[in-house]
């Protein structure tokens, strides 16, 4: 459980604020743009050398314009339990979506027992756009759009686990919200994977293991293009006040290719010695991504950057492996994992820049949790944060009150 961490005064205050700044600024400043990016089990311990060497220019400029920390996950994280704690700002036993199975099903939107950021915002007459956010299928409708992304289900994907449908075999529900904008999308960026590849099996890896691990990689090469392409299209033909985009492959590589030493549980020479540069080489190809992105943030956006968890080499003793049914195969030699008991073993990692945010902040500790996120982007578009959320908005980033709320 996570306490409420801003007292109601504080809220009050804020709220008293409102009209006179209103008074001041009335349509000096347009509603904001804000770009949630989510990259799955971004893991800082990776992510901080290969900054220092300055291989990621992009989340380089991020930081230095903005601030930046760990952020709090929940206990035994992974994508499906913490996303949608981020979309409802409540705890995975009260938005209901526990786990990548839910009761023996896979985990679905119509599991939420707990109004999500993209039905608030869009009843508040916010645009949404979201694509490739992990728990969103079968997509809902929005006041824009929303293609899904991880655990939807498709041809060699039944099950939606851990594997990548292409957009024309979805089976099992709708990944496009509005249903004409589909035929759009193939025809624009043309017949894209959704989430990304499953891992090989043991028995697929025996005895090729190199053929095995570069084609694999080049696969995730291909989706990596493919979904920079959809998200370039969308920020360019449907832009939206809030976008919410995510990228997944960097902790798909990681739970098989962390580039762990002899030491660790696992390591297998033939596997781990092929490639250790495969799982540092996701982020630089995330910051690519990230560069395509920022191209469409002008001085009136908010960029987010925000992953669930972290992902670490193996490293606690456990009765049972809970992360045995995240791999399809159920033989996939996975050498580090995320859902640990204990969250903060594999905290996530947040980003911050835009209009009024603090520059250079390095936020110490466990400022920011998952819960934050909604509260915040709320905070930003002048609505009033719902009494079951457990967040709070994230005041420590702006460098002042009169910069951190915008117009309505
Ligand atoms: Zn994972």
Redesign the pocket.
């Known amino acids: 459980m996570v306490p409420r961490q801003v007292p109601f005064v504080a809220m009050l205050i804020v709220l008293m604020a409102l009209p006179l700044f209103a008074q001041n600024q009335t349509q000096a400043k347009p509603r904001p743009h804000v770009i949630v990016v989510g990259v799955?089990?971004m893991e800082l311990d990776v992510i901080r050398p290969l900054l220092l060497k300055g291989d990621l220019p992009n989340l380089a400029r991020v930081i230095k314009n903005g601030a930046y920390g760990k952020l709090r996950t929940v206990d035994a994280p992974?994508?499906p339990r913490v996303y949608s704690t981020m979309f409802t700002s409540t705890t995975p036993a009260e938005h209901g979506v526990t786990g990548f199975l839910v009761g023996g099903i896979t985990a679905n939107t119509n599991m939420l027992k707990q109004e999500p950021i993209w039905s608030i915002l869009s009843k508040n007459a916010v645009t949404v756009g979201m694509a490739n956010v992990p728990a969103t299928f079968p997509v809902m409708p929005v006041n824009g759009y929303m293609v899904s992304g991880m655990l939807t289900r498709g041809k060699n994907c039944e099950d939606g686990v851990l594997c990548a449908p292409k957009l024309s075999e979805v089976e099992g529900g709708e990944a496009v919200y509005p249903p004409a904008m589909k035929a759009e999308l193939l025809k624009n960026v043309g017949d894209f994977y959704i989430d990304c590849e499953r891992m090989p099996s043991a028995e697929q890896l025996r005895g090729h293991e190199t053929e095995v691990i570069d084609s694999w990689l080049k696969k995730i090469d291909v989706i990596r293009e493919q979904q920079t392409q959809l998200f370039d299209y969308l920020l360019a033909n449907h832009p939206t006040d809030f976008t919410w985009l995510v990228q997944s492959c960097e902790?798909?590589t990681?739970?098989w290719l962390y580039p762990i030493a002899p030491y660790n549980v696992g390591y297998n020479a033939k596997i781990n010695a092929v490639r250790p540069d495969a799982f540092p080489n996701q982020y630089i190809g995330f910051d690519k991504v990230l560069g395509a992105i920022l191209k469409h943030v002008d001085d009136n956006t908010y960029l987010f950057i925000v992953s669930d968890h972290g992902?670490k080499p193996l490293r606690e003793f456990e009765e049972t492996d809970p992360h045995a049914h995240?791999d399809h195969e159920k033989t996939t030699p996975v050498i580090a994992?995320?859902?640990f008991a204990d969250g903060d073993d594999v905290p996530g990692s947040f980003f911050a820049m835009g209009p009024g945010i603090k520059h250079d902040l390095r936020m110490m500790g466990f400022e920011a949790s998952v819960y934050d996120i909604t509260p915040t982007i709320l905070h930003l578009y002048g609505i009033e944060q719902p009494k079951q959320m457990r967040g709070h908005v994230l005041t420590a980033i702006f460098e002042s009150s009169e910069n951190k709320v915008a117009q309505k």
Do not use: Q, T, V, Y
């Open positions: 799955n089990g992974n994508c902790d798909r990681g739970h992902i995240m994992k995320h859902d």
